[in-house]
């Protein structure tokens, strides 16, 4: 029995997106693959509200955060999280021996103004890592708040991860002063995982070029440089299955409506938010909430993964805690092509199961 996903990812993916990944090969140096690259960065500058450059790396969102960080990071990194995935950039750094120090909020909170301010104020950092929307602990970190520090300080280089958000929020790169945005396909975008994401500035591209080790396959101004040289191409040979797929996707979310994709995304979170409020709470900063994923505080002390064993049952998954909230909370996304009924079936039999009705 196939489980219907309310996961952070991957989510479920429509029937005829899935079909596009079987379209027949083509060659990935042939005219036909630059023109099918050229017309996704195109709808992906409209997605992410950017007019700098889109690149696309076979590659999990954690590939193109570890090149964000080793490619553009000349003296030192300040790394902002709120939560497990957000101190996975500070342990990249440490990987590839980019000198970083790790700015941590408390679960459930999100990154301050002040805290930016603070730690860029001390000229000591030309790169700073943010996270948009953590799926670990619930939170979106309001980056509109932000934005005025990013721009007090015109030579840092700004990366945001919105892996988990991009395609379910709004999220205007340009106009938030971010470098290097990244996102992969697996979350709010509804596809099979596989592929990433990034826009890349003129900034990051001369500050890379100040970089003198930048590792080979995740080398950002690689990717750049390669693709206006050889009209949108890639060093190495791309999954052009999840482009087709991409490609397909990205002119259903353009026919859905950039904005009536958003308040779906709200209206689904709302939802998730007002149940768990009615039969739980909430784990993060209610000032602070994610419109792809709400983490709900488990203050009855049920059985998280009996309860996901009898769900799979009945053909739904959701998620435990992650990491130190394990058992403590529970996660439901709602992202993607998800709608309000599947979200109410989903809540509907977590109500039969613990007997909440």
Same mark, same amino acid.
């Not at 990205?250 to 998730?272: I, K, P, Y």
């Not at 983490?295 to 009945?314: C, F, P």
């Given at each position: ?29 042939? &005219?036909?693959? /630059? ?19 889109? +690149?696309? /790396? ?34 990249? !750094? ?7 120090? +790790?700015?941590? /909020? ?13 730690? %860029? !104020? ?17 939170? &979106? ?10 721009? &007090? ?18 999220? @205007? ?32 591209? @001369? ?19 390669? %693709? ?30 950039? @904005? ?8 689904? !979170? ?10 739980? !709470? ?6 602070? %909430? ?68």
């Amino acid at each position: 029995m196939h489980k219907k996903l309310f996961i952070p990812g991957p989510v479920e993916v429509r029937r005829e997106v899935l079909d596009k990944m079987a379209t027949p090969m083509i060659g990935h140096r042939s &005219k036909d693959a /630059s023109a099918l690259q050229r017309g996704i960065s195109e709808k992906l500058q409209t997605l992410f509200y950017t007019k700098e450059t889109i +690149l696309l /790396s076979t590659s999990s969102g954690s590939g193109l955060m570890e090149g964000a960080v080793r490619s553009c990071t000349a003296k030192r990194a300040a790394v902002f999280s709120i939560g497990a995935f957000g101190k996975r950039w500070y342990d990249m !750094a440490l990987a590839n021996h980019v000198p970083a120090d +790790l700015f941590e /909020s408390e679960w459930g909170q999100a990154t301050t103004p002040e805290m930016v301010d603070g730690a %860029l !104020a001390t000229g000591k950092y030309d790169l700073i890592t943010i996270t948009h929307n953590e799926t670990s602990t619930g939170v &979106k970190n309001p980056v509109e708040s932000l934005a005025p520090v990013f721009k &007090k300080y015109p030579d840092v280089v700004v990366c945001m991860d919105t892996v988990s958000s991009m395609g379910g929020s709004k999220i @205007e790169v340009d106009a938030l002063g971010v470098d290097i945005c990244i996102t992969s396909t697996q979350k709010a975008l509804a596809l099979p995982p596989g592929l990433s994401i990034c826009s890349f500035s003129g900034k990051a591209l @001369e500050r890379a070029r100040q970089v003198p080790y930048r590792g080979y396959y995740l080398d950002l101004l690689a990717l750049y440089e390669y %693709l206006l040289d050889k009209d949108f191409q890639y060093p190495s040979t791309p999954s052009l299955p999840h482009m087709f797929a991409l490609d397909y996707q990205l002119d259903c979310m353009l026919q859905e409506g950039l @904005e009536q994709r958003f308040a779906r995304h709200q209206e689904l !979170a709302q939802r998730v938010r007002a149940w768990a409020g009615e039969h739980f !709470a909430l784990f993060a900063n209610p000032l602070h %909430l994610s419109d792809t994923l709400t983490t709900i505080k488990n203050t009855r002390n049920i059985d998280v993964a009996g309860l996901n064993k009898e769900l799979g049952q009945r053909g739904y998954q959701i998620s435990n805690g992650y990491g130190k909230a394990k058992d403590k909370t529970f996660r439901i996304a709602h992202m993607g092509d998800c709608t309000l009924s599947e979200v109410d079936q989903l809540l509907g039999e977590i109500e039969d199961i613990l007997k909440l009705k």
